[in-house]
């Protein structure tokens, strides 16, 4: 069975410093990978996602995150974050296409001035 | 990218009455959704997954016959949570899909209050 660990339920930052989110999971078989983005009382939106390819995967507003299959991790990191960062990001992972998504237990990133 | 809709976004129901959550897929047609619950602070736990047109399956310790959820379309998937009471509380959400596509697109949420 797969599992997802994120080890910081709490990551307080400064704005404009760096942050990196963990994520580690466990399978036995190939994944896909994804991080999901929550804002209080509302969905998720996805941040970004890696299927294959390249193991680095950028969004559109500044993080990346880097799959390392040797230490089975999909850590998340932006080199400088904004107050409107601040909010619930969850680490999630698929078996195949099309396949029901294990969530980690999430790390409530807050941005402070 | 796709766009799912659920409705309603929040709703308080008396114990022991029904309520049904909508989902819906506005620009694709969805051949899996799935449904999960969330109690505050804390992750989503997969409820089920239904296909269109056959039965949903259920994780384990989710109870069937108090979560009944239908996906007679490809467009549309509901839940009903029967008999509420307050333990039900929680924030429902629902994701969809379609054959082949690895990422899943997620409603705004639905805030279950029991009273």
């Known amino acids: ?113 | 990218g796709a766009v799912v809709s659920q409705h309603p976004s929040r709703v308080i129901c008396k114990s022991g009455t029904s309520v049904k959550i909508e989902c819906r897929s506005l620009d694709f047609q969805a051949t899996t959704m799935f449904w999960y619950r969330q109690f505050p602070k804390q992750s989503l736990m997969l409820m089920a997954t239904s296909n269109e047109g056959s039965k949903a399956t259920y994780e384990q310790g989710v109870e069937k016959d108090k979560f009944l959820i239908n996906h007679a379309s490809l467009t549309l998937s509901t839940l009903t949570v029967t008999s509420a009471h307050p333990e039900d509380s929680s924030f429902y959400i629902c994701s969809a899909l379609w054959t082949g596509n690895p990422e899943a697109f997620f409603g705004q949420g639905t805030r279950l209050t029991v009273v």
């Open chain 1, 1 to 113: 069975a797969q599992s997802v660990t994120q080890l910081d339920s709490q990551v307080p930052v400064f704005e404009e410093a760096p942050v990196e989110l963990r994520c580690n999971y466990s399978s036995s078989v190939s994944v896909y990978l994804f991080w999901y983005v929550q804002y209080p009382n509302q969905g998720l939106q996805l941040l970004l996602k890696y299927l294959s390819g390249s193991t680095l995967v950028e969004s559109i507003n500044g993080f990346e995150a880097e799959f390392n299959k040797s230490q089975t991790s999909f850590h998340l990191r932006k080199p400088s974050v904004h107050i409107s960062d601040t909010a619930e990001y969850f680490c999630a992972v698929s078996k195949n296409q099309g396949g029901k998504l294990i969530f980690g237990q999430g790390t409530e990133l807050s941005v402070k001035p």
